[in-house]
């Protein structure tokens, strides 16, 4: 529901509410708020609950310069490594993230580049940086949404990683490097875009 900006930045949520919602006791609740807490998700105050952590333009840049270096090197990795079984998979990723444009699948598309990455990544073998991949690409999904929110960006978004698998085609690690870590820049941009005409919509209505 934060992910997916159900429920807005800066809305104080409160463990009953969570709790009727879901139909379970607080105490898992109150787990899951504190986990959510330490994600940075929400901002848990003594005595006044929690409310939804307001996303901030240095949080959002903090994040994707740390995607761009796992998203480059994997790219560099891969464009020394990948055989044509795993181009192939690549491939076929990106046909899957076309077609869920077509009909304007928005998590499809989300779930297709996320798969994109984490298949790069995970093809280096270290378990370690997988799982620390993991864990930053769960903060990034409050971000990745926000990202894909304009249809004006999808085509753009498609583009960014054909960039990238031609350069692995190519065997081309520098290139590959260089466009992996320019379309994690131009997601940040999205983000940031997004964010400003949201806020500018309801100051408006205000």
Excluded at 25 to 51: D, K, N
Aim: proline residues 1%; contains cysteine.
């Amino acid at each position: 529901m934060i992910v997916n900006s159900q429920i807005e930045e800066g809305q104080r949520i409160t463990e009953s509410y969570l709790s009727e919602l879901f139909g379970v006791s607080r105490s898992p609740v109150r787990e899951a708020l504190r986990m959510l807490a330490y994600e940075g998700f929400v901002e848990l105050t003594p005595y006044r609950g929690a409310r939804v952590s307001v996303i901030k333009s240095q949080d959002i840049k903090n994040h994707y310069q740390l995607k761009a270096m796992f998203d480059g090197y994997s790219a560099y990795h891969a464009a020394q490594s990948f055989n044509e079984e795993d181009l192939e998979t690549l491939e076929d990723t990106i046909r899957k993230m076309a077609s869920h444009i077509a009909k304007q699948e928005k998590d499809g598309m989300a779930r297709c580049n996320m798969e994109f990455h984490g298949f790069m990544l995970d093809a280096i073998g270290n378990k370690l940086l997988s799982q620390l991949y993991n864990s930053l690409s769960q903060n990034l999904k409050r971000y990745t949404e926000l990202s894909l929110g304009d249809e004006k960006h999808w085509q753009e978004v498609i583009e960014e990683h054909k960039t990238i698998y031609e350069a692995l085609v190519r065997n081309d690690a520098l290139a590959a490097f260089e466009a992996a870590a320019q379309h994690s820049h131009k997601a940040m941009e999205r983000v940031i875009e997004k964010i400003g005409k949201c806020r500018e919509v309801l100051k408006n209505e205000n």
